[in-house]
């Protein structure tokens, strides 16, 4: 499969399957053993990193439907141990992380524009917790399909053609475009809906598995038993299991971005980038790196 990005077809492969709870959310009938072969994918051109197989439209929908519910928690920790009730309320609740976010965000955009920012849009961002006051003064829109409620003060748009209705000074993505099959649609929906004053930003995960010494590494995962969130004996069990089996089984984050690949998908879909950068976040979960991407209309 040529790069999702670029197009390139200078690509580097290795074999491995869709993990076992992946596989139990989009297939019924899965039994251990009978997972779907894929491969991950490196661009030597964009350096943008991928599974080749790529979820269909009820693939996605059983994955995400409920996202983190008592059912998505009870047969994740079944195939993934370390994943725990309280790991999952954790992920469900984290306020410093999105304290980072939101202060991220607010120094981003206002570092380029005084200019006040009346409506915005947060495409797929849940209940829209990742607004801050600055941004959105007069309207907070958040995209979302999943019916949950959003917090006070925003209002959900739940119908794709209906985000066309309005006008957006911000439109905000955070931690959506690393699960998404088809990035580049998506990106062409974000330049449908935006104007040539609209300010958009992306924000990603850095995370890279063909770069040694990434958040993919023996060492770095080693780190978080130290963690007191994680139970140290499910997850030294966990990555034992993992180790003896096929490399990096396919999960939820199915694109991995660099700040290349980031900035090629931009170019890409006509868009101009003001702003790209790496910033570390931290969470109760441990630390990370994200990506972030400042950009308008050509
Ligand atoms: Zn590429």
Redesign the pocket.
């Known amino acids: 499969m040529n ?6 077809s200078n690509i580097e492969t290795i074999d491995t399957v869709v993990s076992d709870f992946v596989m139990a959310r989009i297939n019924s009938r899965f039994t251990p053993g009978s997972n779907y072969k894929t491969k991950l994918c490196f ?1 030597r ?4 990193a991928y599974y080749d197989y790529r979820l269909n439209k009820e693939e996605e929908y059983n994955l995400y439907k409920n996202y983190r519910d008592e059912t998505y928690q009870k047969t994740r920790e079944y195939y993934e141990c370390w994943y725990t009730k309280k790991v999952n309320e954790i992920i469900n609740s984290d306020e410093i992380a999105l304290k980072e976010q939101q202060d991220l965000i607010k120094s981003m955009l206002f570092n380029i524009t005084d200019k006040e920012i009346k409506i915005a849009l947060d495409y797929g961002g849940n209940e829209g917790k990742s607004f801050v006051d600055e941004i959105g003064t007069r309207k907070k829109y958040v995209y979302d399909i999943s019916g949950i409620k959003p917090v006070n003060g925003v209002e959900t748009i739940s119908n794709h053609l209906d985000l066309k209705s309005y006008r957006y000074d911000f439109i905000m993505c955070n931690m959506l475009f690393e699960h998404l099959s088809y990035p580049m649609v998506d990106m062409k929906k974000l330049w449908d809906i935006g104007d040539e004053d609209t300010i958009f930003y992306i924000e990603v995960p850095s995370e890279n598995p063909f770069i040694k010494g990434s958040k993919f590494s023996l060492s770095k995962n080693l780190k978080l038993a130290f963690n007191p969130t994680y139970n140290f004996y499910k997850l030294a069990k966990y990555y034992f299991k993992i180790f003896q089996g096929p490399f990096m089984p396919m999960k939820e984050h199915i694109n991995f971005f660099t700040e290349k ?1 980031l900035k ?1 998908m931009l170019e890409m879909s006509n868009f101009k980038a003001i702003a790209v950068c790496e910033s570390n976040r931290n969470s109760k979960l441990g630390n990370s790196k994200v990506l972030s991407a400042l950009f308008n209309k050509i």
């Open positions: 790069c999702l990005i670029c197009g390139s661009c051109k964009c350096s943008f690949s090629k």
